[in-house]
């Protein structure tokens, strides 16, 4: 079967072309080329890579992952090789794809981030960043960039001017107002946004009465956010200019769909990649499937066509 997308599906994400709107979550595909021997990458929209960090990172103690009835916990803890060693170890293969790559980049003060992003700077063939600002900034007590608008601006005035490249912002559900978050993002130089990242989740073995993850909370992701991550979409869209990424549950065509409708340039898909890491083909076929169906002349025709 060919799993190549038609061009209904051909759109643009800050001035990068995508063959298709569907991009893999960090996190959730690897570096990538761990999947190329299951996977055509190349028809893949995008691929945004596991987060990336000034040196490399153990992550948390196991276990890791428990599975829920909609979808899983995750406490992974951020393991990664450090941005050197992609740069030196995982880019050189990726360039070999025609899909776009996009380095997702975290921290825990400002420099971190810019100390990436300058890393980043000197390899061929990434498309663009996604700061991951989900992370507690530790000069100021521990406070989240992704909950304080001040502190997001502040990180962003740092690492912008060091690139030409697109940056898009990850947001964090776990905030009261995401649309003031999202503006803060725009003002302060981000290209584009992308949300939901996952909501603070802890799962509990009764028998010993212990957390069931070795890092006590995770990261709810899967079905049961997707109506949560909407709405957050739908009102990130509606409050910047910039091009908004929907994340959150997605595993079926008509899944993207609604967060076109909602207001999403493009999607991510996550939890999904873990029992089929087929998905973000099929996904971008069965969207193409709905647009045919739909009339459409291309996807973008669906961006913020919500009725109220």
């Known amino acids: 079967m060919n799993l190549e997308p038609t061009n209904r599906l051909a759109t643009e994400l800050c001035g990068v072309l995508l063959q298709n709107p569907v991009l ?4 959730t595909f690897g570096y990538g080329v761990e999947f190329a021997n299951i996977t055509n990458l190349n028809a893949i929209g995008g691929i945004v890579v596991k987060g990336l960090s000034r040196e490399a990172m153990d992550g948390n103690a196991p276990p890791r992952i428990w599975e829920t009835d909609c979808g899983m916990i995750n406490s992974i803890g951020l393991q990664n090789v450090g941005a050197r060693a992609f740069v030196r170890d995982k880019l050189p293969a990726l360039r070999e794809f025609k899909t776009a790559i996009v380095a997702n980049v975290f921290g825990y003060t400002p420099d971190d981030y810019a100390e990436v992003t300058r890393f980043l700077e000197d390899g061929d063939g990434i498309a663009a960043y ?4 989900s992370c507690p900034n530790t000069k100021h007590g ?8 001040a502190l997001l601006s502040e990180l962003l005035s740092i690492v912008r001017p060091l690139t030409r490249r697109p940056i898009i912002v990850k947001l964090s559900p776990n905030v009261t107002r995401i649309d003031v978050l999202a503006r803060a993002a725009e003002d302060s130089g981000a290209d584009a946004v992308s949300l939901v990242n996952t909501f603070v989740a802890l799962a509990i073995d009764v028998h010993t009465r212990r957390p069931r993850l070795g890092g006590t909370f995770g990261g709810l992701s899967g079905p049961a956010i997707k109506p949560i991550a909407l709405r957050m979409v739908y009102e990130a869209a509606q409050a910047v200019r910039i091009p908004v990424i929907g994340i959150g549950g997605i595993r079926r065509g008509e899944d993207a769909a609604e967060f076109l409708i909602a207001g999403a340039t493009a999607v991510e898909v996550g939890t999904v990649n873990f029992w089929d890491p087929q998905a973000p083909l099929r996904i971008a ?18 961006v913020g066509t919500l009725k109220l």
């Open 130 to 133: 996604e700061l991951n600002v």
């Open 142 to 149: 521990g406070i989240y960039f992704s909950s304080d608008p």
């Open 24 to 27: 893999t979550a960090s996190g």
């Open 285 to 302: 076929r069965e969207l193409d499937e709905f647009a045919k169906k739909e009339n459409l002349h291309n996807v973008r025709e669906l």
